[in-house]
């Protein structure tokens, strides 16, 4: 059974940063690739960022782009998801995401607030 477990919510000032992380286990992490979703208050889940299983194919949405880096680690199997110069518009809850099999994280809340 797939489990993937979130880890890193909190309550971040303007400006700062956050590091989330997601612990997989029960698939073979080094050939799925991961991703971070974020759905916020009365909006839909939207795409955050993308790497491959590899780790060579990544991409991100755009009001995140070049603020926000993806990255993994297969030997851990983990994929985490740096975050800086975060912005009150960043609060939502975060998902991790396993393309093979396709499965879904529980969530964590990230809040940007002063």
């Known amino acids: 059974q797939v489990q993937l477990v979130e880890y890193g919510r909190g309550l971040v000032q303007p400006g700062g940063s956050l590091r989330l992380s997601c612990a997989a286990s029960g698939l073979t992490f080094s050939t799925s690739s991961m991703s971070w979703y974020r759905q916020a208050p009365r909006k839909e889940r939207e795409l955050v960022a993308y790497i491959s299983d590899a780790g060579a194919i990544i991409s991100y949405g755009d009001s995140v782009k070049g603020r926000f880096t993806i990255s993994r680690d297969n030997p851990k199997s983990t994929v985490y998801l740096q975050m800086n110069r975060l912005k009150p518009e960043d609060t939502a809850v975060y998902y991790c995401?396993?393309?093979?099999?396709?499965?879904w994280g529980r969530g964590t809340q990230v809040t940007v607030s002063s």
């Open positions: 995401y396993a393309g093979l099999p396709r499965s």
